[in-house]
């Protein structure tokens, strides 16, 4: 404690600020530590009971349903919504789709991403005092710079990682769905209609891809209660991310509208499917040759100069040297 009063203390030079400073830091650190333990502990209950919470909430749906501790957290998250969240809607619609392509759905799932970077940020800069507190080298201008260097990492690293996971997710979406594809192209030639070809390929594909079988079940699901086709295909795509599929949605309602065979509609857009993703493999073939140059030039040139040239470039300098 006396060593955080002296840190604030060399910061504000006003001894009853630091005071406040102080007490604000420590009421936030602790708001924040009580919360991540909270959320902590309701994650690792009894697994059995979970189960049977989540039971419970499919039986009976809506919020009624949820479990307890799950209507406690969106009641928070509720509450800390607006002091969370970004006053910009271009920054919370980028988070939004940023978080929809990593797999969470959850309307509050932006609410829950910048608070667990505010968490993180407080967690990590307590950490870099207490650290700091056992290193008698460090200096107070040292701790601070440290100290503010942990908020940038934590204000940083969520995003960081959060964008690889989205990467990685269309990059699996996009590679499973050529499959599911030729599946669907099979079923509505076998006399399926579009929906229940789209459920039967939902089911078959989970094995190899859940990511897409979950996808394509919630286009089932809204096409269920309602919504139109493309309106469900479309979403499908925003969720996803994969934005090359918009030509099939585009196909698939001409052939609605016109009442075309869907079962040769989709096999013209999978032969056309492939071809694309064949160019686009033939593409990152020929940049093979580009790529390699850096690691050519700073990593295998070197040491092959150095074992074909240097026994040369001694005895050279040796026969210059008079030996």
């Keep these: 404690m006396d060593y955080l009063m002296t840190l ?11 005071y406040w400073l102080f007490l604000g830091f420590a009421f936030i650190s602790t708001v924040a530590l009580t919360v991540s333990v909270w959320i902590l502990v309701v994650n690792a209950r009894n697994p059995l009971k979970k189960q049977l919470e989540f039971i419970s909430h499919q039986t009976h749906g809506g919020s009624h349903g949820m479990p307890h501790s799950h209507r406690q957290l969106n009641k928070t998250l509720e509450s800390l919504e607006k002091y969370v969240t ?18 969470f759905e959850n309307h509050k799932a932006v609410a829950s991403f910048y608070a667990i970077k505010i968490i993180l940020a407080l967690l990590l800069a307590l950490g870099t005092l207490v650290v700091t507190r056992f290193l008698p080298e460090v200096t107070t201008q040292q701790t601070l710079i440290y100290t503010l260097m942990s908020i940038a990492i934590a204000t940083f690293l969520p995003n960081f990682v959060l964008k690889r996971m989205a990467n990685r997710r ?32 939902a089911t078959e594909i989970g094995a190899s891809s859940p990511a897409l079988s979950h996808e394509l079940q919630l286009v089932c699901q809204k096409i269920r209660v309602g919504a139109s086709i493309p309106m469900a295909l479309n979403q499908f795509v925003a969720r996803s991310g994969l934005k090359e599929l918009q030509g099939l949605i585009s196909i698939i309602n ?7 065979s869907m079962g040769d509609t989709l096999r013209e857009y999978a032969e056309e499917f492939r071809d694309r993703r064949q160019q686009k493999a033939e593409e990152e073939a020929a940049k093979i040759g580009t790529k390699m140059i850096f690691p050519l030039v700073t990593c295998i040139w070197p040491g092959f100069f150095a074992v074909a040239v240097g026994p040369a470039v001694v005895k050279v300098l040796d026969m210059f040297a008079g030996r």
């Design 8 to 18: 604030f203390n060399s910061v504000v030079d006003n001894e009853q600020h630091a």
């Design 254 to 260: 001409q052939s609605i509208k016109l009442g075309a």
């Design 86 to 103: 970004p006053k910009s809607k271009t920054e919370q619609f980028n988070v939004k789709q940023m978080l929809m392509h990593a797999g």
């Design 170 to 201: 269309i990059k699996a979406l996009r590679n499973a769905f050529p499959d599911a594809l030729d599946l669907l192209v099979v079923a509505s030639e076998a006399g399926l209609g579009f929906q229940a070809a789209l459920n039967r390929v």
